[in-house]
């Protein structure tokens, strides 16, 4: 498999003068992440970018998002102005009903009644433009603008199995799910798409401790916002989706979370902003506007004094209609897992800018689509070095950056972010994609 990181394994960083224990201490997380974020904001007097910007070529874009919590960038940028303060007051921000139907909506493109782009999981654009889940086989061109957050996914577990209080060792619950098999009944597994992030996440879990996501669970596609229904019902005994609805399952006390996806791979890549192709060729001082307000919307959401008003505002009927009591606690990095085990200021808690939390790290678009090997959906030699060269546009979010004025320290130096270790011991290296690939157990690869 050919990989596409460059020569570095140069690890991502805290800006300058914020230490990461700083971070992630409790009463000192807000003064920290404020440090962290004031060196860009003084580089905005007024909160004006920090250079002029060409006139965008419209003003408008019509982009998507699901009803989760790690849209907020885009639903900030919509409500605090930040479109509109760079150049683009008319972009219209439009929930879709499922990953399923963002698909089919960016392949319509607004032309067609659809969308340009959206709050997407990381690895659609290259399922979409290669053309892996498109009708017919059908590509449509894409490409990675940002990345939109790291960490706060959840995989939750039904309240049947309370007694177990499953965690990052799912032997125990492969012995429950094996005896409830035997008794004759279904055992599922939900995600939000076929080789989308939760789909990866959840397969992962299930892979470490033995148990096969296609041969041992039927894994099925649940939008985010029927998770917690559906688990009400009985359809599934577990699931992966972002919040808020891990938290509003435990609060309805329909099941409990067992692990946040942090706990599985620390600082892990998640949504990210995608755009059709021709969109941004055609579009590209429009492109570039629209990034620096998304950008500017990632560092107002990742302010700790910011967040009991992001969860206010992503709450509302028209963005995720639920209630703010679902959101806040978890936001603010308080995780109450429903089990007894309660983590007050999670290092797992959502990140929107900080450890280089928007940066498209090609490396990390390189584990996902080694992850789409594993399971099938790419064939192991497809050359991924020209698909991320198609697709991921990091140079785009660099140009935006510095004409934003973020500060150097706060823009990776390398593409790649290096070596990455799970929680099971196993190690991804971007220079080496085949031997990690070789050290799993459960595959699709023949």
Same mark, same amino acid.
């Given at each position: 498999m050919t990989n596409a990181s460059d020569r570095s394994d140069t690890p991502a960083r805290p800006?300058?003068?914020?230490?990461?224990?700083?971070?992630?201490?409790? =009463?000192?997380? !807000?003064?920290?992440? +404020? %440090?962290? @974020?004031?060196? &860009?904001?003084?580089?905005?007097?007024?909160?004006?970018?920090?250079?002029?910007?060409?006139?965008?070529?419209?003003?408008?874009?019509?982009? =998507?998002?699901? !009803?989760?919590?790690? +849209? %907020?960038? @885009?639903?900030? &940028?919509k409500e605090k102005g930040f479109f509109a303060r760079h150049g683009m007051p008319d972009v219209e921000v439009l929930k879709q009903a499922s990953w399923g139907t963002t698909r089919d909506n960016i392949v319509l493109g607004s032309e067609g009644n659809g969308i340009d782009g959206a709050h997407i999981l990381t690895p659609m654009p290259y399922l979409i433009s290669a053309g892996v889940v498109t009708q017919n086989n059908q590509p449509t061109p894409m490409y990675i603008l940002a990345r939109l957050n790291l960490d706060s996914q959840c995989i939750s577990v039904a309240q049947e199995y309370a007694d177990l209080r499953v965690g990052l060792d799912t032997a125990p619950f492969r012995t429950a799910l094996e005896k409830k098999k035997a008794s004759g009944k279904a055992i599922k597994a939900a995600m939000t798409f076929p080789g989308g992030t939760h789909d990866l996440w959840i397969r992962y879990w299930l892979a470490a401790g033995g148990i096969d996501p296609d041969r041992d669970i039927e894994t099925i596609v649940v939008p985010p916002a029927q998770m917690v229904a559906n688990m009400k019902v009985g359809t599934m005994d577990c699931f992966c989706v972002c919040e808020p609805w891990n938290e509003q399952l435990k609060n309805q006390k329909i099941g409990y979370t067992a692990v946040n996806t942090g706990e599985l791979w620390n600082r892990h890549p998640e949504k990210a902003l995608g755009m059709r192709a021709a969109w941004v060729d055609k579009h590209p001082k429009a492109a570039k506007a629209l990034l620096m307000a998304v950008q500017e919307a990632q560092m107002w959401c990742d302010d700790m004094a910011n967040r009991d008003e992001v969860s206010?505002?992503?709450?509302?009927?028209?963005?995720?209609?639920?209630?703010?009591?679902?959101?806040?606690?978890?936001?603010?990095?308080?995780?109450?897992?429903?089990?007894?085990?309660?983590?007050?200021?999670?290092?797992?808690?959502?990140?929107?800018?900080?450890?280089?939390?928007?940066?498209?790290?090609?490396?990390?678009?390189?584990?996902?689509?080694?992850?789409?090997?594993?399971?099938?959906?790419?064939?192991?030699?497809?050359d991924f070095a020209a698909l991320i060269d198609k697709v991921n546009r990091e140079e785009l979010w660099r140009d935006a950056a510095a004409t934003l004025g973020v500060p150097a320290d706060q823009i990776p130096a390398s593409t790649s972010r290096g070596k990455e270790t799970f929680f099971d011991g196993k190690v991804f290296d971007p220079e080496d994609p085949a031997a990690y690939l070789a050290s799993l157990s459960i595959t699709r690869i023949a």
């Open positions: 800006a300058a003068g914020v230490s990461r224990r700083a971070l992630l201490a409790g =009463g000192a997380y !807000a003064t920290a992440t +404020a %440090a962290l @974020l004031g060196a &860009a904001y003084r580089a905005l007097p007024g909160g004006a970018w920090a250079a002029p910007l060409d006139t965008p070529e419209t003003t408008t874009a019509k982009l =998507g998002f699901i !009803a989760l919590t790690d +849209a %907020a960038p @885009l639903i900030i &940028a206010a505002i992503v709450s509302r009927r028209n963005w995720i209609n639920a209630p703010v009591a679902d959101i806040a606690d978890r936001m603010k990095g308080r995780f109450d897992y429903g089990t007894g085990k309660v983590v007050e200021s999670s290092p797992h808690i959502m990140k929107y800018w900080r450890d280089f939390a928007s940066y498209p790290f090609r490396s990390h678009d390189l584990w996902f689509l080694t992850e789409n090997v594993r399971w099938g959906k790419f064939s192991a030699d497809t």
